[in-house]
């Protein structure tokens, strides 16, 4: 049973766009979502987290809406660029005191 | 430049090896994990330990074995492993589970493994 879904797969964006990457849950115990960004060839990191409390938190480019009611949430990147290219994972904790649950990631290409 | 080092970082067994995968953090955390991270799947939680003491054993088959001698070392022990096993192994650490933390996930660049 997946916990988190995530949504597309892969995304190509031409430069200077909007991504936008799409996730959804069911356990309504979970409290942080975090968002993780990885390269071809290094290991996911942090790119930025949410909780509950807020419905957005935006960091330069990157911004995460929060749908509690729905049980959703989303990463938006504007003014897309080229290095922005990677495998976005969106995951899900109770707390941030239990392992993360994440999502099956999305390809993102951004290009020119 | 990545805290926690993965060695090594591309590995080809045979089924009837027996091989180890070793994980070091510099970070000064106390707790340390094992993902497995296979094409178009989430990345799968095996093994947690916070402490040195085992929390998490997510169902994973015994010929994965892990083994956490302090804090900033953790290793995974494969022994007659199958096709379906390669994959991505990726170790990761973060302050512990138990009580407040940031709940940040630092991992290494993982080890690439092909089981012939």
């Known amino acids: 049973q997946q916990q988190v879904k995530q949504s597309p797969q892969s995304l190509i964006v031409q430069k200077g766009g909007i991504s936008i990457i799409n996730c959804a849950y069911e356990n309504t115990a979970f409290d942080y979502f975090p968002w993780y960004q990885q390269f071809p060839g290094k290991g996911p990191a942090l790119l930025i987290a949410i909780r509950p409390d807020v419905s957005e938190k935006k960091e330069g480019r990157f911004t995460i809406s929060f749908n509690k009611s729905a049980k959703q949430f989303s990463l938006h990147i504007m003014d897309s660029q080229p290095g922005d290219s990677a495998t976005y994972f969106c995951a899900a904790s109770i707390s941030r005191n239990t392992p993360l649950v994440f999502g099956k990631g999305t390809r993102l290409s951004v290009i020119a | 430049e990545t805290g926690v080092t993965q060695t090594p970082r591309h590995l080809v067994m045979g089924m009837t090896n027996k091989k180890s995968l070793k994980c070091e953090q510099h970070l000064g955390h106390n707790a340390m994990y094992w993902y497995k991270q296979s094409a178009k799947k989430p990345l799968e939680l095996m093994f947690v330990y916070n402490f040195k003491e085992q929390t998490e054993n997510n169902s994973v088959p015994s010929r994965f074995s892990p083994e956490c001698p302090n804090s900033s070392h953790l290793f995974l022990h494969l022994h007659t492993l199958q096709p379906e096993d390669s994959a991505l192994y990726l170790c990761?650490?973060?302050?512990?589970?138990?009580?407040?933390?940031?709940?940040?996930?630092?991992f290494g660049e993982g080890s690439r493994l092909t089981v012939l």
């Open positions: 990761a650490s973060s302050l512990p589970t138990r009580g407040e933390n940031t709940g940040e996930l630092f």
